[in-house]
């Protein structure tokens, strides 16, 4: 087997909580408490997770926009985690982001071509001649028309800014794309649009993506492995397919169920979660589900459960599967 | 389920509003009525109409720029349209309540829960005492499932969650007892399984209290688990009206039809999603001929000229595309609706 594009090892990301005068130091929030996971050249990995759950920090961590506080992120045999900023932007070449809002991600004041130029010119690439064509031949490639570079952002509807975004980031010819919500903001009609664009895109120009979002059917569409987060953990990770048919983790079977299905007729055992879900800065003793677990054993409110692979390719942290418990589920 | 009463008529209603680009329809003639404790959904994309609608019927369209400009919406034989803002208020809060999208801008964030439970539940019974009033609140937020709600009267709204905010919500907008409750997109702000508990919430006051309820929503599939009927909208007019049931296993309109495709489904993986060309079009930018014309992959010649009307195709249910004109259900008594 070949190597993986990315290999995201023990990643974690603690921010401070300061207080008083003096600022001390008084706790952390575990944005991202231990997250592993690898990504194979040319699929989609999909990232699910209710708000706070840590998805998007993730995702900027791989860009090194936020400083991962411990772990490593191998990209092409290289740590970006250990690279300085002047050497991760050059790195950043390779790896690009597309943000959910398009609106406030693009300058209000640069037309479109000026903003899709940027990126070249930061990158030292072509002359202005060439840079011109290359901004000519995305716009057409998303789907727009080549006139619409003299236009700025407030002209378009949100689809179209949309595509701006993905076109931006497919300026420098990367390897990856991590999409962090590209799709939420848009109405159902649009992100079907926005999909069919990413999914032709995927195959005709060879790239990689982690979509991060917290849509379940919007995952299960692009994605060919999906991981599934909860309070800064990775508590699934499987093959699309797998997931869905046969989610093994509560969590997981909980969320999947809540999805409410466009069809009147679906009838399915809905597992209703109950409360909240618990804040960060006081995330529970053992596995951090454990609150909300209709499966709740002894052993979860002070063990935490590790991510093991019960099944090839599917992944769970629970303790649940766990021999030690001798469980029958 | 025909036999029920209607509560609320809305007939040929139309909101302007008037900008510096000249006047806009944002709702643009639409009629349809709400029966007493079903629960009707309303569906469409960004700016169909759908809260404007809401709005239009609770008289807080911001005025200026909005107006209504014509039609009326009947409660119990009453022209809203024609109150004035005093009796208005006194319909808001105890015949028909509403719930917004994001509680947090809904609640004041300087006065406790406690604070404003009572507050609403006293400008409705001004001979209460404050004590009657504050049992009154720690009752209905049992009755929304919120927990510990006499310590919860004490707190504050940034001390809430979401989900806990929006229960709030609801149990102010129900201290009066209205007959109707509008709920404009309650749920995108909250994460699924929060959004399942309030559903699941609504549903259940809906059968206890026979409240009817208008639930305004851009989220099909939260339609199709919570209403019995659904109206759908495209740029200010209904396209297609009828039973959830109906409406989802044999949508009329192109438009419905789209739709509905272009959900992805969780429960199977499609290898592509069928999508609807262009763009959601702004209220008031397409001025002949049917508002879907321009992406509808059905559009003939005529579809540029005339805006259709909508169609009775079956007992309850309503399309507006010239494909169904001809193709009414047997109207002896039914004519197709007329609409402008």
């Known amino acids: 087997m070949t190597e993986p594009l990315l290999k995201v090892n023990n990643l974690k990301k603690y921010f401070p909580i300061r207080k008083g005068i003096l600022g001390r130091e008084q706790g952390s929030i575990k944005a991202v408490d231990d997250v592993s996971f690898y990504v194979n050249e040319g699929e989609t990995l999909g990232i699910v997770g209710e708000s706070g759950c840590g998805k998007s920090t993730t995702g900027r961590m791989i860009m090194r926009l936020l400083d991962p506080t411990e772990g490593s992120i191998e990209f092409e045999g290289k740590d970006l985690a250990k690279l300085s900023n002047a050497e991760m932007r050059k790195a950043r070449r390779e790896i690009q982001m ?41 716009l057409e490639i998303v789907g727009l028309s080549s006139y619409h ?92 397919e797998q997931l869905y048919n046969q989610p093994l983790h509560p969590y997981s079977k909980g969320l999947l169920s809540a999805v409410p299905v466009p069809d009147p007729d679906f ?51 629970c303790h649940l599967y766990d021999e030690r418990f001798n469980n029958d589920i | 389920m025909n036999s029920r009463k209607e509560l609320l008529q809305v007939r040929e209603l139309e909101t302007t509003f008037f900008t510096d680009d000249g006047a ?18 309303i569906v469409g994309e960004s700016g169909c109409g759908k809260s ?74 001004k001979s209460w005492s404050k004590k009657k009033a504050s049992a009154r609140a720690v009752e209905m937020m049992k009755l929304v499932g919120l927990p510990r709600a006499e310590e919860l009267l004490k707190e504050y709204p940034h001390q809430l969650s979401g989900g806990m905010r929006q229960r709030v ?99 199977f993986k499609k290898q592509r999603l069928f999508s609807i060309s262009g763009n959601v079009p702004k209220p008031g930018t397409v001025k002949q001929g049917c508002r879907f014309a321009a992406r509808c992959e059905y559009a003939f010649d005529r579809c540029q000229q005339e805006n259709p009307n909508l169609y009775q195709t079956a007992e309850q249910h309503k399309t507006r595309c010239f494909l169904k004109e001809g193709k009414e259900a047997s109207l002896d008594d039914r004519t197709a609706i007329e609409s402008k």
Do not use: W
């Open chain 1, 98 to 138: 597309v943000f959910q809002d398009p609106y406030a991600s693009l300058n209000p004041r640069h037309s479109i071509g000026k903003i899709l130029e940027e990126p070249l010119i930061v990158h030292g690439l072509g002359d202005s001649k060439e840079r011109k064509r290359r901004v000519n031949e995305l």
């Open chain 1, 267 to 317: 009838k399915r055992e809905q597992i209703l979660l109950t409360g909240d879900i618990p804040s960060p800065s006081n995330p529970p003793r053992g596995c951090t589900f454990h609150t909300r677990c209709p499966f709740k054993m002894d052993a979860c409110t002070s063990e935490v459960p590790g991510l093991v692979e019960v099944e090839k390719g599917h992944s769970v942290a």
């Open chain 2, 52 to 125: 404007v609608t809401s709005l239009s019927i609770m008289g807080l369209v911001p005025s200026p720029p909005g107006k209504i400009t014509s039609g009326e919406i009947l409660l119990d034989g009453k022209d809203l349209t024609k109150l004035s803002q005093k009796e208005m208020r006194k319909i808001r809060g105890q015949e028909i309540a509403m719930i917004f999208q994001e509680p947090m801008t809904s609640l004041n964030p300087l006065f406790t829960i406690g604070n404003q439970l009572t507050e609403a539940i006293l400008i409705h019974h």
């Open chain 2, 169 to 267: 919500m609801i149990a102010m907008a129900l201290v009066c007892d209205p007959k109707i409750l509008i709920a404009d997109e309650p749920t995108t702000a909250l994460d699924v399984t929060i959004q399942a508990q309030i559903l699941q919430l609504m549903k259940d006051l809906n059968v206890r209290l026979n409240t009817a309820v208008m639930l305004i929503t851009h989220d099909l599939g939260v339609v199709a688990e919570t209403c019995e009927r659904v109206i759908v909208m495209y740029n200010g007019q209904i396209v297609e009206e009828g039973p959830v049931e109906l409406i989802f296993k044999n949508p009329e309109h192109p438009y419905t039809k789209g739709l509905i495709h272009s959900v992805p489904d969780m429960r």
């Open chain 2, 24 to 41: 806009i329809p944002a709702v643009d003639h639409i009629s349809f009525s709400l029966k007493e404790g079903e629960i009707l959904g």
């Open chain 1, 149 to 240: 570079a003299k236009r700025y952002p407030h002209q378009f509807s949100g689809g179209q800014r949309q595509r701006v975004g993905i076109a931006r980031a497919l300026m420098t010819n990367p390897k990856l794309i991590i999409a962090d919500e590209p799709v939420s903001a848009l109405d159902v009609s649009i992100q079907a649009q926005v999909l069919n664009l990413m999914q032709d895109l995927q195959q005709d120009l060879k790239l990689t993506y982690i979509f991060i979002a917290h849509d379940l059917g919007v995952v299960r569409h692009i994605s060919d492995r999906v991981g599934v987060m909860y309070l800064g953990k990775m508590v699934e990770l499987a093959e699309s």
